[in-house]
């Protein structure tokens, strides 16, 4: 009787463990396998695999709708972004962890100030119209900068980082002739490679999956636009209703790369996240 | 020793200068604007606090924070429970569960807004994707008007559990991992059930982390919009519209909506206006939740 209760039990747990995931992958094997589909068969096929599959629509994509200049431009901000936001960072958990200087405790406040405080659209104008004072809202670069100045969480991940690597490092490094800046260049970050490597994966998919704000440096300069801003234009493009096959496929040329790293290293994706909240 | 601080400061120079230019100046802007009249051109003019009586009479505005709570209330129900136990499923030696796991977190990688526009192929009412297989499979007999004024708010929801779960779920994973083993041999010993060790032993023992977690979901449900805005721009007729996507069409109109005109003085107000009841709501919400954080 037990036995059978127990086995019961397993089954039930298999089938909503299984009913659920199949729940989480459903969207993503739809856009994937609709892709490659007609309209016709996206819009009424009710099947899961295409009937003739159709690369071609990945053609269209990437030249007539222009996704090889979103991806460009996704892939331009990303890394930038990311190399920007990692140098930044990390300098500054280097002092704020190995020295004691006057201020620190502020310039902490005022990090963890800007994580907590949120007004939402509102500070989009001020950074936008300071963009436009530089000259800078015609070019990604605005994008860029105002990314990189959104690096509180990643400066908080960088200060636990530094906290791993003892101080007995430094000292002796010192002792050996090494300076402030050759410790940090030097000794401290090629041991942080490795989860430098984890925070830039972390900042990269940030960059790479933003919306508001290139949507709104893209409004008066559609050049600007990146993948998801492209993408969700298409609603409004050229008869939209009868376009679903293409914005399938634009949807896979944005997921499908993480979707890729995701699959090597979904380990470090899962780390990050949980050590980004507890900070 | 002066030379080090100097070196420090130079270190922290960058990230200090873009903090307070793009973070911190931004929200002093907003705070001097919210008390003029300014709609994005002109010379603004200091009306004093004419914007927040405007804020308390804008019935539009309410019922965007009533829709907020709606949805962020609809995310949590259904996201707290559910990651909490998967997390509890997956915590135990289970064949398979580090690709059960991999395979729940990642909806979360992906970007709000692209997979909104699946989801709006998904749930198109007319030629969906998912109401052909519901008709295909006999579940229903007419298409189901998933994104009409009736359901529009329940899918969105649905939307958002989806991309929320394996993140709760993953941190619930790493709060579980610091009950210790003895714990749950002890009460094995004493012939507890798994729903009574569910609710006796792993949510107490859990506390803290359920009031972290907790918080985090409420901040972020009250705080997300951009879904909503490529699935449904708030429509129809301002079911899905939410306090953070009102703020955002005052600042920058969506075009394909008439209704909404910039207004940055007025703007400022509702954007401080929002950020006080997301403050409001998680002081309250530390009030009442501070028995969780009973350590035992």
């Known amino acids: ?279 | 020793m002066k030379r080090k601080q100097l070196h420090a400061y130079v270190f922290t120079f960058p990230s200090l200068f873009l903090t307070l230019v793009l973070g911190i100046y931004p929200i002093f802007w907003a705070l001097r604007y919210m008390f003029f009249a300014y709609p994005g051109y002109g010379t603004p003019q200091f009306v004093g606090l004419d914007n927040f009586f405007r804020v308390a009479r804008d019935a539009q505005f309410w019922q965007s924070v009533q829709n907020t709570f709606v949805y962020a209330a609809g995310k949590l129900v259904l996201t707290i429970p559910l990651s909490l136990i998967l997390a509890v499923i997956l915590n135990r030696a289970l064949r398979g569960r580090h690709l059960l796991r991999a395979v729940y977190f990642l909806p979360t990688i992906f970007s709000a807004s692209v997979m909104s526009i699946v989801f709006y192929i998904v749930f198109n009412s007319y030629n969906g994707i998912l109401n052909q297989y519901l008709m295909k499979l006999g579940l229903a007999s007419s298409p189901i008007d998933w994104l009409g004024a009736g359901n529009a708010m329940l899918t969105v929801i649905i939307i958002a559990v989806w991309g929320a779960v394996g993140n709760y779920m993953l941190l619930f994973l790493a709060g579980l991992q610091s009950i210790p083993d003895d714990v749950y041999e002890a009460a094995s010993l004493d012939g507890v059930n798994p729903l009574q060790r569910l609710w006796h032993i792993t949510i107490p023992m859990l506390g803290p982390v359920l009031q972290m977690v907790i918080m985090l979901a409420i901040t972020v449900s009250l705080k997300g919009y951009e879904s909503i805005m490529v699935l449904t721009e708030g429509g129809p007729f301002g079911k899905t519209e939410v306090m953070y996507l009102y703020l955002y069409k005052l600042f920058f109109p969506l075009t394909s909506e008439g209704s909404s005109v910039q207004n940055i003085g007025y703007g400022s107000a509702v954007g401080f206006t929002t950020a006080l009841i997301v403050g409001l709501v998680t002081m309250i919400y530390f009030w009442i939740s501070r028995k969780l954080n009973e350590t035992y």
């Open chain 1, 1 to 279: 009787m037990v036995a059978i209760s127990r086995g019961l039990t397993r089954t039930v747990l298999w089938i909503f463990l299984l009913a659920t995931a199949g729940l989480m992958l459903f969207p993503i094997v739809v856009a994937i396998l609709g892709s490659f589909k007609t309209n016709l068969e996206v819009t009424t096929g009710a099947t899961l695999l295409p009937e003739v599959w159709q690369f071609g629509n990945y053609a269209h994509a990437w030249k007539q709708a222009n996704f090889a200049r979103f991806t460009w431009n996704s892939i331009y901000v990303s890394v930038f972004t990311t190399v920007g936001t990692l140098l930044i960072t990390a300098m500054a958990a280097y002092a704020v962890d190995r020295v004691n200087f006057r201020g620190k405790r502020i310039y902490i406040v005022l990090q963890s100030f800007t994580l907590f405080i949120s007004i939402g659209a509102v500070v989009l104008r001020p950074q936008f119209d300071l963009m436009v004072q530089l000259g800078l809202q015609k070019t990604l670069w605005g994008v860029i900068i105002i990314l990189i100045s959104a690096h509180a969480q990643i400066f908080f991940m960088m200060i636990g980082f530094f906290k791993g690597i003892p101080r007995e490092l430094d000292e002796a490094a010192l002792i050996d002739g090494c300076n402030f800046y050759s410790i940090f260049w030097r000794i401290i970050l090629p041991l942080l490679r490795p989860a430098l490597a984890v925070t830039a994966l972390f900042t990269f998919r940030g960059a790479w999956n933003e919306y508001i704000l290139p949507l709104v440096f893209s409004m008066t300069n559609p050049d600007l636009q990146t993948l998801p801003v492209g993408l969700a234009n298409l609603r409004y493009g050229f008869g939209a209703a009868s376009e679903n096959q293409y914005m399938l496929a634009g949807a896979c040329i944005s997921i499908l790369p993480l979707l890729v790293v995701y699959v090597f290293a979904n380990r470090s994706f899962m780390q990050v996240n949980v050590g980004a909240v507890k900070g």
